[in-house]
């Protein structure tokens, strides 16, 4: 199913692609491409660093090997998205994508994770280990003035060389690429800090005084100005060290970032692989992507859904934890509706395929997580503006230390040291993760309790909602009306009276018919012998219905006129709780009295009294009369009165209800799952849409509840709220670290090893301090 964001693009003549985009290293190169990609004319790119993805929105006259071409100009790799196949409408087509095939179609490729990154990740840590095995040596002997023997320094040379050049190649190479299109990055600050470092040893080395025999060298933390010319000090150790801390930071980070996206990717992987489908009577096994709508397959014990469907034959109990996280399973039967990617725990199912591909529930979910861990927070653009300027004011913030130093002390080696600490200190890519990471593994944790946030911006909306209105029917309760009092008249039984109107009202389909006489099956228990069928049945529109029931006369509907003294006391109290009364007679005369109401949730008092522990105020918004609304609030923990109690509005002044809360002052959230809710969710600050409800409802809301359960609702305003804090917790991190850092360095009380560590452990920090999201509860 197309989104309707996609659907408005069409409508302006727009398309959408992403583009997976290889090569970034840091958040200012992100920047540079979305730079680039901006100043097409007709585009409206963002790239996020992170996910490496680029979302592109596009005007007819500019092609995705356009778009391909401007990212490579830049210095970049990109990979357009492979095709997707033609989902056949019914069976006679030539098959469709899984869920996961159709997830991958429209990421562009290979789920993160694939075989090529894990290929990029492993060559990696090689290189690390060869750099910490030559480095550490190196670090001992110019740290340590016991261990040095005569001509260590020389030594030192031929173990850092290789650190340098080979082990510190990924940023040379990148820095050199920038380099070509004009730019400076991260890699820029890496490379020239530590090449710098390593061509002021060679420069002392071959033509100062530290390659003379005995000469020895102390490690400071600090710097200690003296007048020296700096021809015997060495930084091998520094460049060494910091290429070293580097290859840790970036392996330690890419590893982070798979486990942040690892939600997302065993949500794409829950589908079945291969389905038992029925055709001419007979079982063929079959991919699932031959799977087509209209085909009927077997579910057998153990087995997964292959796709969504209704069942036809036979009763189960399915395991929903992996969609709707749900660990109690739910039972179905004939002419229920079953999802992909669920388990069947017990009996043989027999399910017609309603939607496959792309259009399922599970494809559907995988996609609405990735677009959300793909946008960005109003935030996050704010670091990527400060992160595309902040490498060329750190080149001459360098530069200023290295002139400040010589004309205050007149010591190179003082002044060189802080310049290059500035340089490795201040690279920004705790800024480029802080946000992205933290979207990634939260979004991901929700996908996994069955909460889909829609995008970064959503969260911003639940840190300011004060309160919260809930649609009663389908959400504070359950949508069905239910029988709950059963009023014998004198002379009559209560048996009686349930066998003879059930009866009659089997014969309806109306709702409150079908609850009469679902009531009179359930209470009659599985041994009784069944309902009898009517005779003359003849439905009174308005009043009731009415028909020959075991030869007498019956009739049950609206109650006409006064009842006798128990009756009457039977109808009244329904009226005060809000129900609905039927009478029942025959013969001539009322022999008792139904009471049928919507039922309240199980659950939906404990969703109230934990919305109101978020310090939200909740309101019940229904169509129904003011008495039904009221016994609603009442069993949910509302106050019972107009502020808290909105009654009798129709379906289209859901949205003015909304907006008159709006115009009060209240910033409103809104949890509803119909579709006359659509137009309220889409008004409101905040929509969360039970994801047991309607498409338009889904699609109108901010966050989607997967399970029909209020409570969940609680959970998604707490899980977003928690990942807002830590986004703000990451960027509070990243940027007063460089404001703290920078003076520190360029003041020369960081030693450039000392401050190569720190700047790479400040970004597994961020990614760590993401990854916390995971064990949200």
């Not at 949500?267 to 029925?278: I, Q, R, S, T, Y």
């Not at 009060?664 to 889409?682: E, K």
């Not at 670290?737 to 003041?747: E, F, M, T």
Request: proline content about 4%.
């Amino acid at each position: 199913m197309t989104s309707t964001t996609e659907d408005r693009a069409a409508a302006r003549g727009e398309q959408r692609v992403e583009l997976t985009v290889g090569g970034m290293t840091c958040a200012s190169c992100a920047a540079r491409v979305e730079k680039k990609l901006n100043r097409m004319d007709g585009v409206s790119a963002s790239v996020n660093y992170a996910t490496e993805k680029a979302r592109i929105t596009y005007a007819d006259g500019v092609s995705v090997d356009d778009l391909v071409a401007t990212v490579e100009r830049t210095g970049y790799s990109a990979q357009a998205p492979a095709p997707a196949q033609a989902e056949p409408p019914q069976r006679k087509g030539n098959g469709s994508e899984t869920s996961a095939e159709a997830s991958d179609s429209a990421r562009g490729g290979e789920p993160d994770g694939g075989n090529g990154t894990d290929v990029d990740a492993s060559a990696g840590f090689r290189r690390f280990l060869v750099a910490l095995v030559l480095s550490l040596p190196v670090v001992l002997l110019s740290m340590v003035p016991p261990l040095q023997f005569d001509n260590w320094q020389w030594l030192s040379l031929t173990l850092a060389s290789p650190v340098v050049v080979w082990g510190g190649l990924p940023f040379h190479r990148a820095a050199w690429t920038n380099l070509r299109h004009g730019a400076a990055t991260m890699d820029t600050l890496i490379s020239v800090g530590t090449l710098a470092a390593f061509g002021w040893s060679l420069w002392a080395l071959f033509f100062g005084d530290a390659g003379m025999p005995g000469m020895r060298h102390g490690f400071e933390f600090t710097l200690t100005p003296g007048a020296g010319g700096g021809a015997s000090a060495l930084y091998l150790e520094v460049a060494a060290g910091v290429t070293t801390f580097l290859l840790l930071g970036r392996h330690l980070e890419a590893r982070a970032k798979r486990k942040a996206g690892a939600a997302l990717r065993a949500l794409m992987e829950l589908g079945a692989k291969d389905v038992a489908v029925l055709r001419d009577g007979t079982e063929q096994r079959i991919p699932v992507a031959q799977l087509a709508v209209g085909d009927r397959f077997v579910v057998r014990p153990g087995e997964t859904v292959a796709t969504d469907g209704t069942v036809q034959e036979g009763s189960s109990a399915l395991d929903t934890s992996m969609l709707t996280g749900e660990s109690v399973p739910v039972d179905v039967g004939a002419g229920d509706a079953v999802t992909g990617a669920t388990v069947n725990v017990s009996g043989r199912l027999v399910v017609t395929a309603t939607r496959v591909g792309s259009d399922t529930q599970l494809a559907r979910m995988a996609r609405t997580v990735e677009e959300a861990q793909n946008g960005k927070a109003e935030v996050q653009r704010l670091a990527d503006r400060v992160s595309a300027v902040f490498v060329p004011v750190v080149l001459v913030l360098a530069a200023a230390t290295l002139v400040g130093w010589l004309l205050a002390t007149g010591a190179a080696t003082a002044a060189f040291t802080a310049a290059v600490a500035v340089l490795i200190i201040a690279c920004p890519c705790a800024l480029g993760l802080a946000t992205p990471t933290a979207l990634m593994v939260g979004t991901g944790r929700g996908a996994q309790l069955g909460i889909l946030i829609k995008g970064p911006e959503v969260l911003e909306s639940t840190r300011r909602i004060d309160t919260v209105v809930l649609d009663k029917t389908g959400t504070v309760t359950t949508g069905r009306m239910e029988l709950h009092g059963v009023f014998p008249g004198e002379g009559t039984t209560e048996d009686e009276l349930l066998r003879l109107a059930g009866a009659l009202e089997d014969a309806s389909e109306h709702p409150i018919a079908r609850a009469v006489a679902r009531g009179a099956r359930e209470r009659a228990g599985a041994d009784a012998p069944p309902l009898p069928t009517p005779e003359g049945f003849e439905n009174l529109a308005g009043f009731g219905v009415r028909g020959t029931v075991e030869g007498r006369a019956v009739q049950a509907g609206r109650v006409e006129g006064e009842l006798p003294d128990g009756l009457e006391e039977a109808r009244a109290a329904a009226d005060a709780a809000g129900r609905t009364a039927i009478a029942v007679s025959w013969d001539g005369a009322v022999r008792g009295v139904l009471t049928v109401a919507d039922t309240v949730k199980d659950t939906s008092a404990e969703a109230v009294s934990k919305l109101r522990r978020l310090g939200l105020s909740p309101v019940l918004l229904t169509g129904d009369n003011q008495a039904v609304a009221e016994s609603v609030a009442r069993a949910v923990g509302i106050p019972a009165d107009e502020q808290s109690v909105i009654a009798g509005v129709l379906p289209e002044e859901k949205a003015a209800a909304v907006r008159g809360l709006q115009q009060r002052g209240r910033t409103v959230a809104m949890v509803g799952d119909g579709v006359n809710d659509a137009a309220a969710l889409a008004t409101a600050d905040l929509g969360l849409a039970m994801g047991t409800g309607t498409d338009a409802a889904i699609e109108a809301g901010d966050l989607t509840l997967v399970r029909g359960d209020l409570r969940v609702a609680a959970d998604a305003i707490r899980l977003a709220r928690r990942t807002l804090a830590t986004i703000k917790g990451n960027l509070w991190w990243a940027f007063g670290y460089n404001v703290a850092a920078l003076p520190l360095a360029a003041a020369g009380l960081l030693n450039p090893m000392i401050a190569g560590a720190a700047m790479a452990f400040s970004s597994v920090f961020v990614v760590t301090n993401s990854l916390r999201l995971r064990r949200f509860r």
